[in-house]
């Protein structure tokens, strides 16, 4: 990375540098407003302008700040949960009727689940009868008259 200051995607001016601070905003997510602080996050802020941004560090750290806010499992807690019970992405998706994709990006933290899937997931972990019930199960062929 090129050292500081950088470009300014607002004025243009080379004039971006990080600066710690606590920061504290309001997010939404699933229809619900959290306030969330992050104490000393290290934040873009453009000297000439004001404009303030987030490299993904700080993001990460935000959306993790947002997850314990609205009470839903962190990725690692998702990903160790799974391993847990000696199971892949793939069965785990299946199981719970999402894509691969899906759980993947919420295991790295890309996507933020909302929280009936989050009940959903807390519910198979924590109960057998829970993944005995959605494990998929041959049903036999139903004629159509």
């Known amino acids: 990375m ?3 200051p950088h470009k300014c995607s607002n004025c243009r001016k080379q004039s971006v540098s990080p600066v710690i601070e606590d920061y504290s905003t309001a997010l939404e997510h699933d229809g619900r407003s959290y306030s ?3 104490p000393g996050l290290s934040v873009l ?4 302008c004001g ?3 987030l490299d993904r560090e700080a993001g ?3 959306n993790a700040a947002l997850r314990a806010a609205a009470g839903l499992l962190q ?3 998702i990903r160790q949960y799974r391993e847990a019970l000696g199971i892949n992405q793939k069965m785990l998706a299946e199981q719970l009727g999402i894509a691969p994709a899906t759980l993947s990006r919420w295991e790295t933290g890309a996507q933020i ?5 989050d009940k959903l997931l807390r519910l198979y972990f924590a ?7 959605l494990v998929p199960k041959p049903r036999p062929l139903q004629r159509v008259e």
């Open 2 to 4: 090129k050292p500081f």
């Open 36 to 38: 969330i602080t992050v």
């Open 45 to 48: 802020v453009c000297s000439e």
């Open 51 to 53: 404009e303030r941004m």
């Open 60 to 62: 990460e750290k935000v």
């Open 75 to 77: 990725p690692h807690e």
């Open 113 to 117: 689940q909302q929280r009936g899937f």
């Open 127 to 133: 109960l057998p009868v829970v993944r005995d019930y």
